[in-house]
């Protein structure tokens, strides 16, 4: 296939590079008057460099897609839907629902600030980037993030099958109803964490927030952090290694959790048959 290079060119007509297989575009622009839509829709094999985008659905249905040190606005809504074998780097993804329905994607050292960021996604790897978001990767599977750091409400719901590691979490309502994930050397802080999870394993984590891991199944805490942390573990099954003293846990069904001392334990449930180790020596 022959490459067409495209350079300092504006785009502002209904899609303006519609079905297109084989461009690279450099110092572009999707913007103008025209204010057209889905400028690269059903496309492949697309290089964009130091591009801005400021119009809606750029990337619709596309495959073998690259962009780099590049730049989606606020006003790029719904920027890549439907599309796979996606590379990203260097660039602002700032366009509401920025990414859904799309597979095998690699985003790396790129600003995400876009709500309802990630859905439905099959296979994506995250690596040295920032995201604000809410709702952040619902229903996505297969995700692998590193040196990753999120702020927003509701991240990370009904996932599947993900590895984090050394990643910062500022969130609430993170991973609820998520199954088969494992959280390494990370620092998450949030309130209602993990609720309804299934194979949620955390090893060397700083964790805080109100009312942690409730109603969890084969939850695993290996030589963890718990701050500020009351109510926790309620109906849930654990094995956690806790290092720090907690605030108070509340009625865990079934498991063991190994800690060095803590406030308050409440056993007002018949069901609640957890074991309870208390052993300073942790500290």
Same mark, same amino acid.
């Given at each position: 296939?022959?490459?067409?290079?495209?350079? =300092?060119?504006? &785009?502002?007509?209904?899609?303006?590079?519609?079905?297109?297989?084989?461009? *690279?575009? #450099? @110092? +572009?622009? !999707? /913007?103008?008057?025209?204010?057209?839509?889905?400028?690269?829709?059903?496309?492949?094999?697309?290089?964009?460099?130091?591009?801005?985008?400021?119009?809606?659905?750029?990337?619709?249905?596309?495959?073998?897609?690259?962009?780099?040190?590049?730049?989606?606005?606020?006003?790029?809504?719904?920027?890549?839907?439907?599309?796979?074998?996606?590379?990203?780097?260097?660039?602002?993804?700032?366009?509401?629902?920025?990414?859904?329905?799309?597979?095998?994607?690699?985003?790396?050292?790129?600003?995400?600030?876009?709500?309802?960021?990630?859905?439905?996604?099959?296979?994506?790897?995250?690596?040295?980037?920032?995201?604000?978001?809410?709702?952040?990767?619902?229903?996505?599977?297969?995700?692998?993030?590193? =040196?990753?750091? &999120?702020?927003?409400?509701?991240?990370?719901?009904?996932?599947?099958?993900? *590895?984090? #590691? @050394? +990643?910062? !979490? /500022?969130?609430?309502?993170?991973?609820?109803?998520?199954?088969?994930?494992?959280?390494?050397?990370?620092?998450?802080?949030?309130?209602?964490?993990?609720?309804?999870?299934?194979?949620?394993?955390?090893?060397?984590?700083?964790?805080?927030?109100?009312?942690?891991?409730?109603?969890?199944?084969?939850?695993?805490?290996?030589?963890?952090?718990?701050?500020?942390?009351?109510?926790?573990?309620?109906?849930?099954?654990?094995?956690?290694?806790?290092?720090?003293?907690?605030?108070?846990?509340?009625?865990?069904?079934?498991?063991?959790?190994?800690?060095?001392?803590?406030?308050?334990?409440?056993?007002?449930?018949?069901?609640?048959?957890?074991?309870?180790?208390?052993?300073?020596?942790?500290?």
């Amino acid at each position: 296939m022959a490459i067409e290079i495209l350079k =300092n060119q504006k &785009f502002d007509q209904e899609r303006a590079l519609y079905n297109s297989h084989g461009i *690279i575009l #450099e @110092n +572009c622009a !999707f /913007d103008g008057d025209a204010d057209g839509e889905s400028a690269l829709k059903e496309s492949s094999e697309i290089q964009v460099y130091n591009t801005f985008c400021n119009l809606r659905y750029p990337f619709w249905h596309d495959h073998d897609l690259l962009i780099a040190d590049s730049e989606m606005t606020e006003l790029c809504r719904a920027a890549l839907w439907y599309s796979d074998l996606i590379r990203i780097k260097n660039t602002k993804m700032h366009g509401i629902k920025a990414l859904r329905e799309c597979s095998d994607v690699i985003i790396e050292t790129s600003d995400i600030l876009s709500p309802e960021f990630g859905w439905s996604v099959n296979g994506i790897t995250m690596k040295d980037s920032s995201a604000e978001s809410e709702y952040f990767m619902m229903r996505s599977q297969n995700l692998q993030f590193e =040196n990753v750091r &999120f702020k927003g409400k509701y991240s990370f719901q009904y996932i599947e099958n993900a *590895i984090f #590691e @050394n +990643c910062q !979490f /500022d969130t609430k309502d993170a991973f609820w109803h998520g199954k088969n994930i494992t959280v390494r050397n990370s620092i998450i802080k949030g309130e209602y964490l993990a609720w309804y999870s299934e194979n949620l394993t955390l090893e060397n984590c700083r964790i805080s927030g109100t009312q942690p891991f409730c109603y969890c199944r084969n939850l695993k805490l290996l030589h963890c952090e718990l701050l500020d942390a009351d109510l926790c573990f309620e109906k849930s099954s654990v094995d956690a290694d806790i290092t720090t003293s907690v605030v108070s846990i509340k009625n865990p069904a079934s498991g063991v959790i190994r800690v060095p001392s803590v406030g308050e334990i409440i056993r007002d449930d018949a069901d609640s048959r957890a074991e309870i180790i208390l052993d300073s020596s942790s500290l």
